[in-house]
C-alpha cells in the first residue's frame, strides 16, 4: 500500500518542535483522537522511546507497539509500529521537520506500510483515507498546541 504524508506548518522554531516531538508522552496530547490507552516504556525521549496503545477502529482488543528506531537531532523522528493479529501489521512513521524561509517549521508526517494483513491490504484506499484524516487531524492538534502561547513542558535529556 503507497505511504501516506500529512503536513503542517507552525510558527515554532525547529529545534522547539524536535524536543516536544521527541518526548513519547508528548504524542499522546495529539493522537488521543484515536489512540487511547496509552503506556509507555523505554527512556522518555530518544531511540528505544515506545508506547504501546489502543487503535479506537480497530476494536477493544487491538494494540499497537511503537518504537522510536532512529533519531536525526532536530530533523527527523522514526517510529515503528507493530499491531493486528500477531503483529501482522508492521509500519514505520516519520516525522521529518524542515525549517521555513520565514520562520517557523513544517511538520511533515508519513506512515509508510512495512506489512498488512491480507484484509488490511484489501481495504487499501479505505485505510489510507482514514489514515489520512486522523493524521492530518493529529498534526493539526500539535500545530495549535505548538502555536499556544503557554511555553512547552519538557522533561530534561
Do not use: C
Request: hydrophobic letters at 35%; aromatic letters at 6%; charged letters at 30%.
Amino acid at each position: 500500500m503507497k505511504p501516506v504524508t500529512v503536513s503542517v506548518d507552525v510558527g515554532t522554531p525547529r529545534e522547539e518542535v524536535f524536543d516536544f516531538l521527541d518526548v513519547m508522552a508528548n504524542h499522546e496530547q495529539f493522537n488521543d483522537h484515536f489512540m487511547v490507552d496509552w503506556e509507555l516504556s523505554g527512556p522518555p525521549r530518544g531511540v528505544g522511546a515506545k508506547a504501546n496503545v489502543r487503535v479506537k477502529a480497530t476494536g477493544e482488543k487491538d494494540r499497537t507497539d511503537i518504537e522510536v528506531i532512529e533519531v536525526d537531532a532536530g530533523r527527523r523522528i522514526v517510529e515503528e509500529g507493530t499491531g493486528g493479529s500477531r503483529g501482522k501489521r508492521r509500519t514505520r512513521g516519520t516525522y521529518l521537520l524542515e525549517e521555513l524561509p520565514q520562520g517557523g517549521t513544517r511538520i511533515n508526517f508519513t506512515l509508510q506500510f512495512l506489512s498488512l494483513p491480507t484484509g488490511e491490504r484489501l481495504m487499501g484506499p479505505l485505510q489510507r483515507a482514514y489514515l489520512r484524516r486522523v493524521n492530518g487531524k493529529a498534526l493539526r492538534r500539535l500545530a495549535e498546541r505548538l502555536n499556544a502561547s503557554a511555553p512547552l513542558q519538557l522533561p530534561p535529556r
